[in-house]
């Protein structure tokens, strides 16, 4: 099974600052990442797939990166909106697994 | 618009079996691999398998001795079933759709139902 480790649990930051967010995989999975944004008693909400690529609607400060077993999901200016929890999710095998989470807060 | 609407018991006993079944509406029901995956209070989330309308399975390891899925394609629905229940089986069940790209089961997903608090009582 592969495994999904991200960091760090819990992030606070400011309305317009710049963060980053890593999930480190334990085999290579060839770009087979996604990212999720989750607010308190809603379904996640797919953000970046195929470790890069922007779902359609998601804002452009919102961006994926990353290669190999290391990939990270970077917001370029936060907004009040985006203080949420946010996932990352590998599907390169079964079992899909997804990291522990982290906790966006003002 | 294609939406998913989970429903069921949201109290079981420990020992029981959890049902749950999950209403599509929208799209095409044939074209996919629906998906259960659930988050204990708190947690992460955990993927628990994925079933395909002609019956194609794949399940978690972990649960696999314990779980079992269905289809209804005259009601474009499907169901979860995971039996002898424990407190560790308390969570947010949610059923979900794979992005619309994605062939198999291994996909990121687009579409999620609201979730099910089901709530494992002694």
């Known amino acids: 099974d592969i495994q999904v480790t991200q960091s760090p649990s819990s992030l606070s930051a400011s309305v317009g600052d710049r963060v980053t967010i890593t999930c480190r995989a334990s085999h290579d999975i060839m770009n087979s990442l996604s990212w999720y944004q989750q607010k308190p008693g809603k379904a996640p909400k797919v953000l970046v797939y195929a470790a890069s690529s922007l779902e359609t609607g998601v804002p452009s400060r919102f961006s994926g990166s990353g290669s190999g077993t290391t990939y990270t999901l970077t917001i370029s200016s936060l907004q009040p909106d985006d203080f949420a929890s946010y996932y990352c999710?590998?599907?390169?095998?079964?079992?899909?697994?997804f990291g522990q989470g982290t906790k966006l807060e003002i | 618009q294609v939406q998913l609407q989970e429903s069921g018991p949201g109290l079981v006993k420990a020992s029981e079996t959890l049902s749950l079944t999950c209403t599509v509406s929208?799209?095409?029901?044939?074209?996919?691999?629906w998906t259960w995956i659930r988050q204990p209070p708190g947690k992460a989330l955990e993927w628990i398998g994925y079933?395909?309308?002609?019956?194609?399975?794949e399940f978690k390891s972990s649960l696999q001795s314990r779980v079992s899925m269905s289809v209804d394609t005259s009601k474009d629905q499907f169901s979860l079933k995971l039996s002898s229940v424990t407190a560790a089986d308390t969570a947010v069940y949610y059923c979900?759709?794979?992005?619309?790209?994605?062939?198999?089961?291994?996909?990121?997903?687009?579409?999620w139902g609201q979730g099910i608090l089901v709530t494992v009582s002694s």
């Open positions: 979900a759709r794979p992005l619309g790209f994605c062939s198999g089961g291994l996909c990121p997903f687009d579409y």
């Open positions: 999710q590998q599907y390169y095998s079964a079992p899909l697994s």
């Open positions: 079933i395909h309308y002609s019956g194609i399975t």
């Open positions: 929208g799209g095409s029901f044939r074209s996919h691999y």
